[in-house]
């Protein structure tokens, strides 16, 4: 879905494809006779019928009404330039649920299985772990989601490991190189994760460890990550950060801008703790309790409107 979209007309053609020419009239038969010229002798009978059936012969067919051009579907999306007024668990577009509904006929992925993109935020001690391990309540009407997706929460990998950026996901000696004996020879820690965990979501959470300046490659290696998991079938979903350690938003700027070019969901992260005390932050960078708590559980409502959409699908264990 786009916005502005152009019709660029090339003579009588619409350029949404070949349609029947619009605006000249057709010559009907009479036309046709009117146009003849009598002959200076009378011609035998036999050749006034061969010419009368010759004109039914050529005799033009009235074109058909052409069908009017193509309009965009209205994209009422706010852009990510407002990223800070996206709500916080948003709903599966239509696009998203395509693609989960794609990946839910695909024996190769697994619709218990989630994988997880990020630094030492992402890794099951801190994130979503607690809820399978008991190391805190589940919310109200979550316990189903947890126990679903319990045997993620409580697995970590070598996409989801402390110090991680969102180039390391992609060099092969953050893998194999790193002790994650599961990968192979120059294989990238998302490829191996991808491959060896046949997720059917991944939770991309990135942005925490960032190098300064670096906005626009953190961008371009984001989209890259968002390709190869499309490419398996799975389906991505971003997440700002509550973090400013930029110091400019630009990084939660990118996030939003991918996650609204690819039509994805975003979990907005940092609008969910911006009621807290300090904003959910402590020393710039890391998350308070109460934070943790927040983050946790926002993400927590996303997978819930993943598992609600694979009971949908009928999708049994």
Same mark, same amino acid.
């Given at each position: 879905m786009k916005?502005?979209?152009?019709?660029?007309?090339?003579?009588?053609?619409?350029?949404?494809?070949?349609?029947?020419?619009?605006?000249?009239?057709p010559i009907q038969p009479t036309q046709i006779q009117d146009?003849?010229?009598?002959?200076?002798?009378?011609?035998?009978?036999?050749a006034t019928a061969k010419a009368a059936a010759s004109l039914q012969d050529f005799a033009f067919t009235p074109a058909p009404t052409p069908a009017p051009p193509?309009?965009?579907?209205?994209?009422?999306?706010?852009?990510?330039?407002?990223?800070?007024?996206?709500?916080?668990?948003p709903d599966l577009s239509p696009l998203a649920r395509q693609i989960l509904s794609h990946a839910l006929n695909n024996p190769d992925l697994d619709p218990h299985t989630f994988s997880k993109v990020g630094d030492c935020q992402m890794t099951s001690g801190t994130f979503l772990g607690g809820y399978a391990s008991a190391k805190y309540p589940i919310p109200a009407d979550f316990t189903d989601t947890v126990e679903w997706f319990s045997e993620s929460m409580l697995t970590d990998g070598p996409t989801s490991d402390g110090g991680l950026g969102i180039s390391s996901v992609l060099n092969p000696m953050f893998a194999l190189s790193a002790g994650y004996d599961q990968c192979l020879k120059n294989e990238t820690p998302l490829d191996c994760e991808l491959r060896t965990r046949r997720p059917i979501i991944v939770l991309i959470g990135m942005g925490t460890n960032w190098m300064p300046n670096a906005e626009i490659?953190?961008?371009?290696? +984001?989209? &890259?990550?968002? /390709?190869?998991?499309? #490419?398996?079938?799975? $389906?991505?979903? +971003?997440? &700002?950060?509550? /973090?400013?350690?930029? #110091?400019?938003?630009? $990084?939660?700027?990118?996030?939003a801008q991918v996650a609204y070019d690819y039509d994805l969901p975003l979990v907005n992260v940092w609008r969910s703790v911006q009621d807290l005390t300090g904003r959910g932050i402590e020393k710039k960078v890391y998350l308070t309790p109460d934070g943790w708590g927040c983050r946790n559980h926002v993400w927590l409502a996303m997978l819930d409107k993943i598992h609600e959409t694979l009971k949908d699908q009928r999708i049994q264990p």
């Open positions: 916005q502005g979209l152009t019709y660029t007309f090339v003579l009588v053609f619409w350029a949404v494809g070949c349609q029947p020419a619009v605006g000249i009239e146009l003849s010229l009598s002959p200076t002798l009378p011609l035998p009978a036999t193509l309009t965009p579907t209205p994209d009422t999306r706010l852009t990510a330039r407002y990223w800070r007024e996206w709500i916080t668990v490659s953190f961008e371009k290696y +984001l989209r &890259t990550v968002v /390709d190869r998991i499309l #490419e398996t079938g799975a $389906l991505p979903i +971003l997440a &700002t950060k509550a /973090d400013n350690v930029e #110091e400019n938003w630009m $990084l939660n700027q990118a996030i």
